[in-house]
């Protein structure tokens, strides 16, 4: 029973690629038309004699994704014909790469990769009408890319499916950042797959299940944790033969995988080399060197940025990571406050304060930075309260303006004016004589109460702290 199962997985994931036109013909890539069958022509629809000709714009934007993930770029590379016979698929083949993809190697966020290639999306199945089916091969033909990832091997299936999902989201983040893709998988614009398999021995691969239709994250990590845990039970109840290659698919609804066919393998395809399309050498394509250079500073190098520039906490660094809008933002303040106290304070009102108002109020924009910055500088200095801060907050990202301002109008100066705090607490003294001797007499009761005295008389503008301060030394 507490005998340990090794988990491994292994991901592909596809991308539809953002470009102007599709893959192979000079229709339109346009996710979000609505109309079906719109955005075809004879080459995605496979008219005899129609030629494909290659979208440079897809193969530039796999090259940039290999050079992010520091991967090999192949010099020679060729298109396939992968064939097999669905509906969706037009020409009866889906133009892919097999012997030499763009990419092969590279690493990110703990995965090693295998490879990167360029291939074209099919048609869009339409099954929910009835006794029949429609196809929208409007999508036929769109540029994909697809990324697969060596197997990795883990201690447990949580941590497995964790990782399979957190590595999902790099990739999209990185895509983004890239440029390359919209990578939204509600949308269908990103298709995360996983190969799966269990081994009582570590360093020994079990049957392979893969596991499809993976379309939100939340399904990618729920998805192989079901499988992963249906086959640790097999093998628990020594019913490991029952685990057999198959692709399975994963019932939103039920939340649950279900076997969809035996899977097949390469050969099954009968690649070969499509002799429609030139074969080329990327290196006399594109000038890579000059291409690496160009490359955005991407997720991962921000985050070490941000560690080591401005030491904020781990979830601030990924809320800009998450949001470079929000990020570039929170620089601008960063590089007007310059003391890293401050950064810190500034960096704990935009993440908690800032989005918390954001999060209920469509409305709220960000303030101009030297505004939110003043914020923050009079919130470290005390001049203001934290509730003051807060007060002010709500105020300038609905109108933006001074805070200093705001605090003079609104009266949230903290009045730290020694003399004038020294009247009003002699005043309060005056006022409370009984008191003041319980505290003289060793009550330390009677000090909060005189305190809270001060703090109503100046309206909650005084700092506490100065006036506990100050009425120590005037009740000595
Ligand atoms: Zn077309
Ligand atoms: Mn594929």
Known sequence: MDKKYYPTIGLEIHAELKTESKMFCSCKNDPDEREPNKNICPVCMAHPGSL?????????????????????????????????FYPDIPKGYQISQYKYPIVSGGRLDGFDITRVHLEEDTANNKHDRGNFSLIDFNRAGVPLMELVTE??????????????????????????????????????????????SVSPEKGKLGTKVEVKNLNSFKSAERAVKFELDRMIKLWEEGKQEEIVQETRGWDEAKQKTFSQRKKESSHDYRYFPDPDIPKFKLHELFDLEKMKKELPELPAQKRDRYRKDFGIKDEDIESYVNDPELG?????????????????????????????????????????????????????????????????????????????????????????????????????????????????????????????????ETKGSANPAAAKQLLESLLK
Do not use: C
Request: no cysteine; proline share 3%.
């Open 52 to 84: 494909p000709v290659v979208n440079k714009k897809a193969v530039e934007h796999v090259v940039r994704v290999g050079l992010a993930v520091d991967g090999n770029i192949a010099d020679f590379t060729e298109f396939d014909r992968k064939n097999y």
């Open 151 to 196: 197997p990795n091997t883990f201690e447990s299936a949580d941590d497995a499916a964790k990782t399979a999902s957190s590595f999902a989201k790099e990739l999209q983040l990185l895509l983004w950042y890239l440029g390359v893709s919209e990578a939204n998988m509600e949308k269908g614009e990103m298709r995360v797959e996983a190969n799966i």
């Open 328 to 456: 570039k933002w929170f620089e601008e303040v960063a590089e007007i406050l310059k003391d890293k106290n401050k950064i810190k304070t500034a960096s704990n009102y935009i993440t908690s304060d800032f989005a918390g108002l954001k999060k209920a109020d469509s409305g709220v924009k960000m303030p101009a930075a030297e505004n939110f910055a003043e914020l923050a500088e009079m919130a470290s200095s005390g001049e203001i309260s934290s509730r003051g801060a807060k007060d002010i907050l709500a105020i300038i990202v609905k109108k933006d303006d001074s805070p200093k301002k705001i605090a003079e109008e609104k009266g949230l100066l903290q009045k730290n004016d020694p003399e004038e705090l020294k009247k009003i607490a002699q005043k309060i003294i005056e006022a409370n004589p009984k008191i003041a001797d319980d505290y003289k007499g060793g009550k330390q009761n009677a000090l909060q109460f005189l305190i809270g005295q001060v703090m109503k």
